[in-house]
């Protein structure tokens, strides 16, 4: 079956260092990938989005690229800030299963000033 | 476009009693999903429908009745609420097509006691 792995958490980041989050995926298909964030008492919002190998998707300053050699799809950012505190969720979606959510556990980012 | 909207926003239920949750969308979507996310465990697919009409089971369906009378509308109910049933639940909605984005309702909380 399908699985997302996301590294464990929670992170604390100084405002402008790097940010990088890993996600690692199975999939029997041909999968989509999403990165999903989850601000303080809100629904999930898109980040961003690849649906192809080697493509980057990019959002707000955060990037990540399909790697299909790999199976990753590792979330970077390369200045945080104290507004990208929330969780983080990596995902996949199979077109061959009705286009289905499978979602890592996500990752909470705490940013300080 | 008022996106995916859920009511109620949050809810205390006492052991035994039963409720639905409503979510609507108004972008003509053709699927309609219904998640659960609980601390560390990510989003867990309830139950999902691929148009109006049709409903199929996700990953965690015991326990929960979905229907889609109507395609703007996904309605999850839960005929005899039990504590395990303690969570935040989400409900998505996408185009058809292989690669779209799931957009997500904003959450209802509920707690069983």
């Known amino acids: 079956g399908n699985s997302v792995t996301q590294m464990e958490g929670p992170v604390t980041l100084s405002e402008e260092a790097f940010l990088t989050i890993n996600c690692t995926y199975t999939?029997?298909?041909?999968?989509?990938l999403f990165w999903y964030v989850q601000y303080p008492g809100e629904g999930l919002q898109l980040l961003l989005k690849?649906?192809?190998?080697?493509d980057k998707g990019s959002n707000k300053g955060f990037e990540a690229t399909y790697r299909k050699e790999t199976t990753s799809f590792h979330l970077e950012k390369g200045s945080v800030q104290v507004s990208d505190s929330a969780v983080y969720f990596c995902?996949?979606?199979?077109?061959?299963?009705?286009?289905?959510?499978?979602f890592g556990k996500g990752i909470t980012l705490s940013v300080r000033p | 476009n008022a996106g995916v909207t859920q009511t109620p926003k949050f809810r205390v239920l006492k052991t035994g009693q039963s409720m639905t949750l409503l979510c609507a969308q108004d972008?003509?979507?053709?699927?309609m999903y219904w998640y659960r996310q609980d601390p560390g465990m990510g989003l867990r697919l309830i139950h999902y429908?691929?148009?109006?009409?049709?409903?199929a089971k996700g990953e965690v369906p015991d326990g929960y009745n979905v229907s889609r009378l109507k395609k703007q509308n996904f309605l999850l109910g839960l005929e005899s609420a039990a504590p395990s049933q303690t969570s935040v639940y989400f409900c998505?909605?996408?185009?058809?097509?292989?690669?779209?984005?799931?957009?997500f309702g904003p959450g209802t909380r509920l707690l069983v006691l």
């Open positions: 998505a909605s996408r185009a058809a097509g292989g690669r779209e984005t799931q957009y």
């Open positions: 429908s691929v148009g109006e009409g049709t409903t």
């Open positions: 995902a996949l979606s199979d077109p061959g299963a009705n286009s289905k959510l499978t």
């Open positions: 972008m003509n979507h053709e699927y």
């Open positions: 690849a649906t192809k190998a080697d």
């Open positions: 999939a029997t298909g041909y999968p989509s």
